[in-house]
């Protein structure tokens, strides 16, 4: 992978920020996107800007062609069967909701059981908390592991004939755990559950096979992975989709609207009402093009490889927790000692280098790790070596300012 020449391919790295070149180290929150990706959009709002799918003009014509041409894009990037199964969302949160909605909401009853993980994101604890309260159904949670990995015989042990719906992240955006995905299916399959798979961390680093995997439902932002904000999917196993009823409804979902019924539309626009997210949806396509021309097991390598590197510089400094495990994705999550998280951030931005502080989303977690903040550095495509060593550099000096001051 030629780093440089990537770099040179996103214009927004080429500034400084207070007086420093700009390390950028926040893609887990959201990545920088391509010169290819803006001039998509770009293109779509000079040239074919129309709505989709109605028109019979040329405009229309080529906004369509492009949005679907932006579905199949995807269906080949994941591996779906069919572009039935790819639905357009405004991201992560809004497939998981379409889910917890359509099919939790249908499907349970008192005595089921839904079965998550400590170490999910809000958007896949919140939707399914709601749906155990709109159903009577249990909520379960599969504990974890010392080192904030989830162990196949606990797995196990918290998912039975009971559990209908099972929901994990495929990467934590805090510990950087891969979790087992295709083991964890299986096992949620021979008790009868289908499994929702939270992919915002995994998508943009990791190939992606639905099929392989196994999973009933992936859901991904397209923002994490080069594209515009408000754009994400929700791949579905066709046969599911097809029995599940649409919660939002307005135009471009329906087949037939009579006064006092309607029908829907066929998949995948059953799913898609109103207007739909045109260019964002023709962005993601660009930028599945951008990674692809890369290639997802190049990325992959090289963020495992900046991983290795920065947990070895950053361990050198004294008085750093590390959190989550050895073997992680492109992340990591720490805090210094006497330090707040916060302030360590608002020291390394004024060095140019930008992290995040907070609890991520993901304030059960916190509790697990008995902290209430942290700070994270997360790496992407355009990231370097030279990007870990001006963060251990900036976090050397911020132990020594705060040293200084207390």
Known sequence: MDVKAIREQFPILH?????????????????QKPQSVIEAVDTYYRYDNSNVHRGVHTLGTRATEKYEGAREKVRRFINAA???????????????????????????????EIVITPMEHHSNIIPWQQAAKATGATLKYIPLQSDGTISLSDARETITTNTKIVGITHVSNVLGTVNPIKEIAK???????????????????????????????????GHKMCAPTGIGV?????????EMEPFEFGGEMIDFVHLHDSTWKELPWKFEGGTPIIAGAI?????IDFL????MDAITEHEKKLADYAMKQMRTIDGITIFGPEERAALVTFNLDDVH?????????????????????????????????TARASFYLYNTEEDVDRLVNGLLKTKEYFGDVF
Request: hydrophobic letters at 40%.
């Open 234 to 242: 929700l791949y579905g196993k066709r046969a599911i989709l097809e």
């Open 82 to 112: 069919s572009t039935a199964e790819v639905i357009f969302t405004r991201g992560t949160t809004t497939a998981i909701n379409t889910v917890a909605n359509s099919y939790a909401r249908a499907n349970l009853q008192p005595g089921d």
């Open 187 to 221: 096992i949620a399959h021979e008790n009868g559950a289908v499994l929702l798979v939270d992919g915002a961390q995994g998508a943009p680093h990791l190939k992606i096979d639905v099929n392989e995997l196994d999973c009933d439902f992936y859901a991904f932002s």
């Open 292 to 295: 692809n021309d890369i290639g």
């Open 283 to 287: 962005g993601l396509g660009a930028a």
């Open 15 to 31: 500034q400084e920020v207070n007086g420093h070149p700009l390390v950028y180290l926040d893609s887990s929150a959201t990545s």
């Open 341 to 373: 998280p916060h302030d360590t951030a608002t020291a390394l931005d004024a060095e140019g280098i930008a992290v995040r502080a907070g609890h991520h989303c993901a304030q059960p977690l916190m509790r697990w790790l008995e902290v209430t903040a």
